[in-house]
């Protein structure tokens, strides 16, 4: 039994069947977090004694018969904004180095009730604000493909960790694409749900208008599963959308026939690396072979989304953050601190507008692309992985790859809609490629049935980094 190339379902039924105890597969997480910290640096903090008490758990609950929960005895891990009361949560920066919370996550509470095992935290971006998951503090986390290349951010320890096979999903959050970067990066999985869908209470903020909880994994299953047990209201949230969670594993695997992906031809080429753009293509003749009608729209209006978003993004986080420039602004890195003082900038007119412009952009959106498909396809990276020295601060090249990163994903948290982030292919250089379907609102059991459709035609998620734990 290869733990390291299972998905969450297949090592959740080999526990629920007791091939495997919950024990030993946590041991393999654990030394896997361990040894691929020299590769990648992933983690944060590996807490070993806690999560091996929550695996014994699990396999006692087993062997009295009693049911041990939808994600028995699978190891997890997640980025260090997810607080847990009294462990240390850092978010990536030295300000928060002794932080302790005295609450614990929403989510993280119903992945323990689900039965899923936490082994510890991920490194991320300094504050959730970086796009690469370059971070000076705890040192930069390289992508598992190549350590050369940024494994995207913010969530970079998330993506990483489970492509190099050491968790079977983590936790991320996304406010501008670091969700989907770093599953685009790394070759694997990530849903950012619609706004709402999931409860922010007890994570780190940084735009409450924008930020999203979600899901990195090795497959759609495994997404659709993790965000089902995380998903819905909480009265702990106000923003916490109060709509049941449906049964998405339910029509999981109904097929794409049916269904509709919209592309806007542009989009796949222009300012599109030619690899990428063939990698592109190919996926949508993968969506045609899958059963999906694929048709061309008219472009909608995704940069005006994107320069509200941007606003949005800089006033929120400089309101939410911007409290450390005055108290500790040495402590924080260049380009964090450069972020919230562009955010004190923002005219506070400029703020307001932005936030009662969404709803006309939202109707006119959707009315626009859903009246013709199910799903919008676009680019996650329109460029081949970035080194980390060519995006590192001080590089002449950064402010111009990070714009090309940024293209296609800020514009989507503005309208607050579901995104499933999915891997299509590798460059020249071996790196992966991925793309993203865009949904309409809460309705992600859409986009995990073309998602697994697309899956079941090709194997691009089943790829491993040469170096996989």
Request: aromatic share 4%; glycine share 10%.
């Amino acid at each position: 039994m290869n733990l390291a190339t299972m998905t969450l379902i297949d090592a959740r039924d080999a526990v629920r069947r007791r091939d495997v105890t919950a024990r030993a597969l946590t041991e393999a997480a654990l030394d896997a977090l361990r040894r691929g910290q020299g590769d990648t640096n992933a983690a944060a903090l590996i807490e070993a004694e806690r999560a091996l008490g929550m695996a014994e758990a699990v396999d006692a609950a087993i062997a009295a018969g009693r049911d041990p929960g939808p994600l028995a005895g699978v190891p997890l891990a997640h980025k260090d904004m997810m607080y847990r009361t009294g462990r240390r949560a850092a978010c990536g920066s030295r300000v928060l180095g002794d932080h302790v919370p005295d609450v614990t996550a929403t989510v993280l509470a119903r992945l323990d009730a689900a039965g899923a095992i936490d082994c510890g935290t991920l490194n991320m971006a300094e504050l959730a604000y970086n796009p690469t998951g370059h971070n000076a503090h705890t040192g930069h986390v390289r992508n598992p493909w190549n350590g050369v290349h940024i494994p995207g951010g913010s969530s970079s320890g998330s993506g990483a960790a489970v492509a190099a096979g050491a968790v079977f999903a983590a936790l991320g959050s996304d406010t501008g694409g670091s969700i989907r970067f770093p599953a685009s990066c790394c070759g694997v999985t990530g849903i950012k749900p619609t706004l709402g869908r999931v409860p922010r209470s007890g994570t780190m903020g940084l735009c409450a208008s924008l930020d999203t909880i979600g899901p990195l994994a090795r497959s759609v299953h495994d997404c659709a599963l993790v965000l089902a047990a995380i998903a819905g209201a909480d009265p702990e949230d106000p923003h916490s959308d109060p709509r049941p969670v449906p049964d998405w594993m339910a029509a999981i695997d109904a097929g794409a026939d049916g269904l509709t992906i919209g592309v806007i031809p542009g989009a796949l080429v222009e300012g599109v690396d030619p690899g990428i753009a063939a990698a592109l293509a190919e996926a949508v003749s993968a969506w045609r072979h899958a059963g999906a009608r694929v048709v061309e729209l008219a472009p909608p209006d995704l940069v005006t989304a994107h320069a509200l978003a941007v606003t949005v993004l800089l006033a929120e986080a400089a309101a939410t953050q911007g409290h450390w420039l005055d108290s500790a602004g040495r402590e924080l890195t260049p380009v964090t601190a450069i972020s919230l003082r562009k955010g004190r900038e923002i005219d506070p007119a400029a703020y307001a507008d932005a936030l009662a412009r969404r709803r006309l952009c939202i109707d006119t959106f959707c009315a626009e692309v859903f009246a013709r498909c199910d799903a919008l396809l676009l680019p996650i990276l329109p460029i081949p992985v970035p080194r980390l020295d060519e995006t590192d601060w001080g590089s002449p090249s950064r402010g111009r790859l990070i714009a090309a990163m940024m293209r296609h994903t800020p514009a989507i948290n503005y309208l607050g809609l579901p995104a499933l982030a999915l891997p299509c292919g590798f460059d020249a250089k071996g790196l992966p490629i991925g793309h993203q379907l865009v949904g309409r609102p809460f309705e992600e059991g859409t986009l995990f049935r073309l998602g697994a459709a697309f899956q079941a035609a090709t194997d691009w998620h089943r790829r491993h980094p040469p170096h996989r734990a």
